[in-house]
T-cell receptor, first 112, second 117 residues
Framework: QKEVEQNSGPLSVPEGAIASLNCTYS??????FFWYRQYSGKSPELIMF????GDKEDGRFTAQLNKASQYVSLLIRDSQPSDSATYLC????????????FGAGTRLFVKA | GAVVSQHPSWVICKSGTSVKIECRSL??????MFWYRQFPKQSLMLMAT?????????EQGVEKDKFLINHASLTLSTLTVTSAHPEDSSFYIC?????????????FGPGTRLTVL
């Protein structure tokens, strides 16, 4: 089992719809969780981080964390073509010292 | 958010030469920086963890004598690709760990695209 798993996609949604990106992780000791966006040919850019169970909203983005289920998700409301990118889930674990584990990413296409 | 810069943004060199890439945290101090490599349409691959004032920790399969890492200050880490070959052509990305304010977050530099002829 991979430490951080994401569906590679591509996930295709129409403009204006809600895009739902999911991520599961294996280390129950994980403390903090991040979503990065990476456009083709560019480096990853931090979108959101979440530490506590529940929802965290920032503009059109909502991160959801469920530590019991070891599940974190990112919702993008009113999706725009400019949201088309690869979204990386990352998890910080204190096991064996500080370590950030990245998922392989989910490619999102928003169709105009 | 915190800002991380990389220089150069792209470089073309001849086979056998060495190339140095700089990574700087501009508005925070980073005791830990990371170096990644990414081939087209592939995932980020962690190469090494760079800790200020100590030797870097390399991931399995990464040659430490080929990819020299120096982290001499709290805001600067360098990666030197020694005796570069065409197979070293890739997108090299650094990130810096920001631990202040209760966060423990990695911020990425814009990346350096290396082409070895």
């Amino acid at each position: 089992q991979k430490e951080v798993e994401q569906n590679s996609g591509p996930l295709s949604v129409p403009e204006g719809a809600i895009a739902s990106l999911n991520c599961t992780y294996s280390d129950r000791g994980s403390q903090s969780f991040f979503w990065y966006r990476q456009y083709s040919g560019k480096s990853p850019e931090l979108i959101m981080f979440i530490y506590s169970n529940g929802d965290k909203e920032d503009g059109r983005f909502t991160a959801q964390l469920n530590k019991a289920s070891q599940y974190v998700s990112l919702l993008i409301r009113d999706s725009q073509p400019s949201d088309s990118a690869t979204y990386l889930c990352a998890v910080n674990s204190r096991a064996g010292g500080f370590k950030t584990i990245f998922g392989a990413g989910t490619r999102l296409f928003v169709k105009a | 958010g915190a800002v991380v810069s990389q220089h150069p943004s792209w470089v073309i060199c001849k086979s056998g030469t060495s190339v140095k890439i700089e990574c700087r945290s501009l508005d925070f101090q980073a005791t830990t920086m990371f170096w990644y490599r990414q081939f087209p349409k592939q995932s980020l691959m962690l190469m090494a963890t760079s800790n200020e004032g100590s030797k870097a920790t390399y991931e399995q399969g990464v040659e430490k004598d080929k990819f020299l890492i120096n982290h001499a200050s709290l805001t600067l880490s360098t990666l030197t690709v020694t005796s570069a070959h065409p197979e070293d052509s890739s997108f090299y990305i650094c990130s810096a760990r920001d631990r202040l304010g209760g966060t423990d977050t990695q911020y990425f530099g814009p990346g350096t695209r290396l082409t070895v002829l």
